[in-house]
């Protein structure tokens, strides 16, 4: 059993940097891909960003390539997600989630909410214009 907790989100202008943690139980977290998702009003659920179980791979959705950056540490068991440069578009509820699988499956398939057993409440960011 893994419980997730984000926390970090707020509101923050155009241009503008905010850091998401992911808070987990469990003594499997350093074993789990750790992933982010985000979900805007009326749309579906969207991959953001994984990160393998020992941190050295990583995997990005083309849009928030360069401008997100995902880490963890498995001594504090939190994952870490750095947003820098923030558009409005950017506004949404971010979750993080772990999954069994490891990051060398692929975008394709990280990039799927099915590939994930365990996810958070979600914390709300939004960016003014």
């Known amino acids: 059993q893994v419980q997730l907790v984000e926390s970090g989100g707020g509101l923050v202008q155009t241009g503008g940097s905010l850091r998401l943690s992911c808070a987990a139980s469990g003594r499997t977290f350093s074993l789990r891909t750790l992933a982010w998702f985000r979900q805007a009003p009326k749309k579906e659920r969207e991959f953001v960003c994984a990160?393998?179980?020992?941190?050295?791979?990583?995997l990005y959705a083309n849009s928030m390539q360069g401008r997100f950056t995902i880490s963890r540490d498995n001594t504090k068991n939190t994952a870490y997600l750095q947003m820098n440069s923030l558009k409005p578009e950017d506004t949404a509820v971010y979750y993080c989630?772990?999954?069994?699988?490891?990051?060398?499956?692929?975008?394709?398939?990280?990039?799927?909410?099915?590939?994930?057993?365990?996810w958070g409440q979600g914390t709300q960011v939004t960016v003014s214009s």
């Open positions: 990160i393998n179980g020992n941190g050295d791979s990583t």
């Open positions: 989630a772990t999954s069994p699988l490891s990051t060398t499956v692929g975008a394709q398939l990280m990039g799927v909410v099915e590939s994930y057993d365990y």
